[in-house]
């Protein structure tokens, strides 16, 4: 039996021996006691706890059931894609990131490594101006040979003719010396420390 029918069969047995009558004695207020050391509690209200109506289940037809599973597919698939794209961004920006770091590692380890680099750096151009000087010093001497071979030349040449009076010579500033080009290899080199 449910709730509701036991309800209805008291109320009914009440109903039938409503003829009794029961005098419920008044109660006379209670002086309020001064200031009694223990307060006393309140009564605690019970509270009935009343049933839950019960829903109805909608009953859907299958095109209304297969209409949801349509959408509830396209609204999978949407998340799906969504989800996908912000973890793609997610992995630029992160990898964004780790470029800036590693950009800012770079610089600090440049900044610290430079003294290093110059003095690198000087070293080769040392050699390189060393190399310089000897190239000009053999350019010298190769200047110098060819003219004793003329010198001697024009002696041998004077010896057999006494006649001709000996060439007149002209002292000419020494040419400054061709600097060599440089190749791009050694060009990127030197403007590597720059």
Known sequence: MSEEEIKNEIFEKIDEKADVKVEIPEEAPEPEPAL???PEEPEKKIKESKPKKERKKRVLTEEQKERLREQLKKGRET??????????????????????????????????????????????????????????????ERKETVKKKVKTATTVDSDDEVSAPPPKKVHAPPAPPKKKELTAKQKMKMLRGL
């Open 36 to 38: 009694s050391p223990i």
């Open 79 to 140: 998340s799906l894609a969504k989800r996908r794209k912000k973890a793609q961004l997610k992995k630029i920006e992160k990898e964004e990131k780790c470029k800036a770091d590693d950009e800012k590692i770079y610089k600090a380890l440049k900044d610290k490594l430079k003294p290093d680099e110059l003095k690198s750096e000087n070293e080769t151009l040392k050699k390189q101006l060393e190399e310089l000087k000897l190239e000009l010093s053999s350019k010298k």
